[in-house]
């Protein structure tokens, strides 16, 4: 025999692992928030088998980005440099702050967070300036229609997220000291944005949109804000804490609600986009990793509206926050569904 028929299965499962998505960790962060909501909403259950689901999901892909690290360290570092998939990898650093801030509010296990936020801490500063550094120093570069795509809003995604941590662990590390690196996490991922989404806008308005182009991760648009509107509304709690948020509390509330607004705004925009891509131009709805960076944004909205809602005293505002998190809800279920129905025939085609 050949072997050639034996090697094939295997080959293919390398081929698969060299391809794996860079921003597969979304998985973590989609979870990971629909899980929060779930607590939020009183459905205490449900989040607890959302977060150990969570934990497992995580520790899965750490060990699939390793093995993906030693057996094609060239085609990792060709990813993290590149345009349109770099910056993808920094939603390994908001899987990594999500699921810590899940498990203090499903499960209360700050000591594990503690550990997170440092990890989520150091990831951050090495991935973000990696992807920065390589996308500025790579050549040849590619224009802005094909280089620029939703997944660059996971710059503010990834930083708010160390703000929004930061707020739940800091009384365990150092009460002023974290509450002033989550302070200057929220005030970057400001910057971050308004930088990011002028060249995105640009982009949309001034090339050409192709329905392939018109990826689930532009909801990262929204989820961005959505985030940072988060991270304001618990700084804004956490105002009493520390005299320096206190002074700073009507400008938190003002940005705070201005990220909210805006993130509100792009809800409509999105759901057009998408009836464009999958109703006019008929792109078929098949699962695709990319759909977890639609899950998420919709989570986010729901918690931070949540949150928004405690800080700035909204009470009417409680059936928007409920209303989202159904639909992150039924979004999860549907691309959950949808992953596991698309990884049985691969693996029943390995077993062959």
Known sequence: MSGTAVDAPVRRRGS????????????????????????????HTLAVALLWLNVVAYVVLWCLFLLRLA??????????????????????????NVLGSELVIVAGRTEVSVVL?????????????????????REPKPDLGAGINGSWLLLIVATESIAVLGTYVAARIGLHAVL????????????????????????????SMSPDQATPPYWINMGALAISALAGSLLILAAPQWSLLQELRPFLMGATLLFWAFATWWIPLLLIMGVWRHGVQRVPLRYDPQFWALVFPIGMYSAATTRLIQALDLSFGVWIAVAAYWGALVAWLITAVAMVAAERPRKEHHHE
């Open 16 to 43: 698969t692992l060299a391809d794996l998505p860079p921003a597969y960790f979304a998985l973590v962060m989609a979870t990971g928030i629909v899980s929060i909501g779930s607590e939020q909403r009183g459905y």
């Open 117 to 137: 936020w440092w990890v989520g801490l150091v990831l951050w500063t090495g991935l973000l300036y990696a992807f920065l550094a390589g996308v500025t120093f």
């Open 71 to 96: 057996r094609f360290p060239r085609r990792m570092l060709d990813d993290l440099t590149s345009h349109a998939k770099g910056a993808g990898f920094l939603t390994v650093v908001a899987g990594t």
């Open 180 to 207: 002033f690196v989550s302070l200057v996490a929220y005030l970057v991922g400001a910057m971050l944005y308004i930088w990011v989404t002028g060249l995105v806008f640009y982009r949309w308005t001034f090339f």
